[in-house]
């Protein structure tokens, strides 16, 4: 069970997410986390005029604007500020 002090903690990072670190995820399929400040780019999308597209990735989709909450062994949780 949390104690005052991890639910103050929790309270006081909740009300501000940007003071996480930002992280860009690569993933195989788009995500939809339902908040505009999260974008994505197809990697293999050509980013500058008269630029070439990359070649077929594994991982299609690039997110910006997420916060990285929890890392551990092989998994991440990251959301929107």
Known sequence: ?????????ARALAADLTTLPAVVLD????????NDAV?????????EVGAEAAPEAK????????????????????NPP
């Open 59 to 78: 991982y299609q989709y690039r997110s910006f604007g997420l916060r990285l909450l929890v890392h551990g062994g092989d998994a991440i949780s990251a």
């Open 1 to 9: 069970m949390l104690g005052d002090r991890s639910r103050a903690q």
């Open 39 to 47: 974008t994505f780019q197809q990697p293999g999308e050509p980013t």
């Open 27 to 34: 993933t195989e399929k788009r995500l939809y986390p339902g």
